[in-house]
């Protein structure tokens, strides 16, 4: 590189592209040879996040119970991002500075490019480079496709946690429950302790099977994570059982009743976010499986009653036709589009329809981002 780019993602837009699986590259030695250009440094903690549904939700609830009830400085790398990539690195809660992203990339990117990792590899070096940098306590690392070839599992970890697993992802981890869990369960490869959400029979025992120390959480109630949606109790779960468990074997001090606060009170951008305009009430979820989308479906009654629409988006090469009749009775329409086609104009289309009206927008972050993103072209 001659020339220092105009913005964070033209840099890392000569890597590839970033969505999801196209991004994907299977194996670790990449990502290690990039990692030796970084100051060498491990963390008091570091804790893994994989499953299909629910890793960025479980990520930012355990980030704020460690930070706000333990006091420890918590470096959380999370993907994708919704509007600016320094979303995907927090320190404490605050996305890191484009100044201290430039100053990364400018030491790793021609590593990168000369060793072909990918997109998603480089944003992890570059996060751990971060938080190596300001000394974190405690780094929590959500996984991109599956766990046992993905950048996350390519350097030591104390703790793994499983969010529930579902069909996603079947062109790289295979057709079947049993073969994505089976790839997913290397998240606890070399990890002292490891925690699953309540998972599937045939996934519960693929689990164990690799991990016979393995516990599932128990799911507690949360009433005030309502308002976020009924199934993030799972995530909300999860993420106590996990503060919980590093209490008891006394690798964290923390304040339970403190912890179980920071974690009711954490939103997620992109998690039945809603917005306003003028009138109509607007939710935008990132939901793009079956599996989450019925995660989510105990939540909508709750939310409107019916909505106006609610509108579906997909990538080109997936399908959710067999989600339209789970998600009928909670809407007068559904609407289904292509990733192709531009979510904000299909939403300006229901808005001009129903200009009081409550919608629910499915899809990926992308689908989200485009709506906060364009959200003046909205009538109001």
């Not at 104390?158 to 790289?172: F, K, N, R, V, Y």
């Not at 954490?266 to 009138?279: A, D, F, N, S, T």
């Not at 979510?343 to 009081?356: E, F, N, R, V």
Request: hydrophobic residues 40%; charged residues 20%; aromatic residues 6%.
């Amino acid at each position: 590189m001659t020339a220092k780019p105009q913005s964070i993602e033209q840099w890392l837009s000569e890597l590839g592209n970033p969505s999801a699986d196209r991004d994907y590259k299977p194996g670790h030695e990449r990502l290690r040879r990039l990692l030796s250009h970084i100051h060498p440094y491990r963390p008091k903690l570091r804790i893994r996040v994989a499953g299909t549904n629910g890793k960025g939700s479980t990520s930012s609830m355990l980030a704020a119970a460690l930070q706000q009830a333990c006091n420890l400085k918590v470096g959380l790398y999370t993907s994708p991002h919704i509007l600016e990539f320094n979303e995907r690195i927090r320190i404490n809660g605050i996305p890191v500075k484009t100044s201290e992203l430039e100053q990364s990339l400018s030491h790793l990117m021609p590593h990168a490019l000369a060793y072909g990792t990918s997109y998603f590899e480089t944003a992890t070096a570059v996060a751990l480079d971060l938080f190596s940098r300001v000394n974190v306590d405690v780094e929590i690392l959500e996984a991109g496709v599956g766990a046992r070839l993905d950048a996350t599992t390519a350097f030591p970890a104390e703790m793994a946690l499983i969010t529930p697993i579902g069909l996603d992802h079947q062109s790289w981890l295979g057709d079947t429950l049993k073969e994505i869990a089976r790839e997913k369960a290397h998240a606890m490869a070399g990890c002292k302790l490891s925690i699953s959400a309540p998972q599937n029979p045939e996934v519960a025992g693929e689990l164990s099977a690799f991990n016979a120390g393995l516990q599932f959480c128990e799911i507690s109630d949360w009433p005030k994570l309502v308002t976020s949606g009924k199934h993030q109790r799972i995530n909300a779960s999860l993420a106590y059982a996990a503060v919980r468990l590093l209490a008891e074997h006394e690798m964290i001090s923390c304040d339970l009743a403190q912890a179980r606060a920071a974690i009711a009170s954490c939103k997620v951008p992109g998690r039945l976010q809603k917005i306003e305009i003028g009138p109509a009430n607007i939710w935008l979820d990132a939901a793009h499986n079956r599996h989450a989308i019925e995660a989510l479906l105990p939540s909508l009654k709750a939310i409107a009653d019916p909505f106006d629409a609610i509108l579906v988006f997909t990538r080109e090469d997936r399908s959710l036709d067999d989600c339209l009749p789970l998600l009928a009775p909670f809407a007068r329409s559904v609407v289904t589009k292509s990733e192709g086609d531009a979510p904000i104009t299909a939403l300006q289309k229901q808005l001009s329809q129903h200009p009081q009206g409550s919608f629910l927008v499915l899809g990926s972050f992308i689908t989200v981002a485009e709506i906060l993103r364009h959200r003046d072209k909205l009538p109001e």
